[in-house]
């Protein structure tokens, strides 16, 4: 099994589950602040707002918090984040990208650095891990959306390279460049979606054994803990033993 899923589902489960959410409903109405300021503060004119406003509420953020971020945008009060991304090699050598909104780059960068040390990682230069991964659209839709194959049917017909499905849902994958296309496409058969997202996918996976998975784990945990990040991304892949007695632990 491979993916940074991994460890965002077995976090979920062993974290608080109050504390996980308020920090999330954090980041969201962060990317929805920069969102509205990088454009118009309508969703319905404004294509990247409109998609952070749609992650926001598939989370059940409230409309009055998701009102506030939009406001905070179009009344200048909003703080001058800038996108950054971070990339290097966590424990057992698996490959890290991280990406953050921050309104202090040197704050971030001391903080991501300090983090990739204490868990036994090395941050590396931009490019350093890229050319592992693949940028790509994830869109993800409820298991109600309908059938594994009639999702899948939609998926082919909208230009999607990919549709994965299981009793949590579905999982079109398209290409980064063709998010906005394929979204539209999906939508006119499935509804609106649940969330849609921009992620960096791994070309090759890096197998890593229990100790180097737990440090990995920490590292991971650590870093989505930071309010500067949004999103953590990694190409490890653990056996199905060792994931079970992550699980367990």
Not at 69 to 88: L, P
């Amino acid at each position: 099994m491979a993916g940074h899923s991994q460890f965002k589902n077995i976090m979920h489960r062993k974290g608080k589950q109050d504390a996980i959410r308020s920090k999330l409903f954090s980041k969201l109405a962060r990317e929805v602040t920069v969102a509205a300021r990088a454009g118009l503060p309508d969703p319905e004119k404004n294509s990247r707002l409109r998609l952070a406003v749609q992650n926001a509420r598939a989370e059940n953020m409230p409309k009055d918090n998701i009102e506030r971020a939009i406001k905070k945008a179009a009344g200048g009060e909003a703080e001058n984040y800038e996108a950054i991304r971070y990339e290097g090699y966590g424990p057992g050598g698996a490959a890290i990208m991280v990406e953050a909104l921050s309104d202090n780059r040197n704050r971030t960068a001391s903080m991501v650095r300090s983090l990739f040390a204490k868990y036994g990682g090395n941050l590396g230069e931009t490019g350093s891990v890229a050319f592992m991964f693949t940028r790509a659209g994830e869109i993800a839709y409820r298991p109600e959306a309908g059938t594994a194959d009639q999702v899948l049917e939609a998926a082919i017909d909208a230009g999607a390279d990919d549709a994965q499905s299981d009793e949590t849902g579905h999982l079109v994958t398209c290409a980064f460049e063709n998010i906005g296309e394929v979204q539209a496409a999906l939508s006119a058969k499935l509804g609106e979606a649940d969330t849609v997202k921009a992620v960096w996918k791994p070309r090759t996976t890096t197998p890593v054994d229990e100790e180097s998975a737990q440090s990995l784990m920490k590292l991971v945990a650590a870093l989505d803990e930071d309010d500067d990040v949004q999103n953590v991304f990694t190409n490890f892949e653990v056996s199905d033993e060792v994931m079970r007695k992550l699980t367990a632990a």
